[in-house]
């Protein structure tokens, strides 16, 4: 009897046996065949489920942000305000609890601004998408409380974007506890004008 492999499976287990390497070193840096001896695999098998090393690491971003994501939405049940659950919503980019997912978010953006494919493009937009729409219903939310005014649904893309440029211009200094200061100075500015009296 053929064995039956789950090809979308295999290409997971493969992408996280690959993990660690990349943590160590830049994607730049390893070879196809060096990600082959990590993950225990023929340098051939990896091109049977990724086009590049580039595809690795875009399979581990989508893999963990899943695992975040949920996360993320169990701290959000935990807390009851509109201001806690935008520093929760944007402490996704100092988190140190989330450092190899940082780490390896670096490197897919790296990748995504160097030398970008059709598919991480898609990905990265609908993440995008995703996020700023779950972040409208925060703030949506929080108008509907009656905590935050009306006009504080003008200012969703411009907090949202706030939020990703900070970790843009962090990103090549790893200062952490700056960009943590700074996105919480920010909203704290930004709450004092859209907060209910």
Do not use: H
């Amino acid at each position: 009897m053929a064995i039956i492999v789950d090809k979308e499976q295999k290409r997971k287990n493969i992408a996280l046996a690959c993990k660690e390497v990349i943590l160590e070193n830049s994607i730049r840096n390893l070879s196809i065949s060096k990600l082959a001896d990590a993950a225990g695999i023929g340098k051939g098998t990896i091109y049977e489920y990724f086009e590049n090393k580039e595809d690795i690491v875009f399979e581990i971003v989508n893999i963990m942000m899943q695992k975040y994501n949920e996360k993320k939405k169990k701290k959000l049940l935990s807390v009851t305000s509109t201001r806690e659950k935008v520093i929760i919503f944007l402490s996704f980019f100092y988190t140190k609890e989330e450092s190899e997912l940082l780490q390896i978010y670096k490197e897919f953006v790296s990748i995504s601004l160097s030398n970008p494919n059709l598919s991480m493009i898609d990905f990265q937009e609908k993440c995008s998408q995703s996020y700023y729409l779950w972040f409208c219903s925060i703030i949506e939310s929080g108008i509907e409380k009656g905590e935050l005014i009306e006009d504080s649904k003008a200012l969703v893309k411009g907090l949202y974007s706030i939020g990703e440029g900070m970790f843009v211009r962090n990103a090549t200094s790893n200062d952490t506890a700056l960009l943590k200061k700074d996105i919480n100075e920010f909203i704290d500015a930004i709450f004092k004008l859209i907060e209910v009296k």
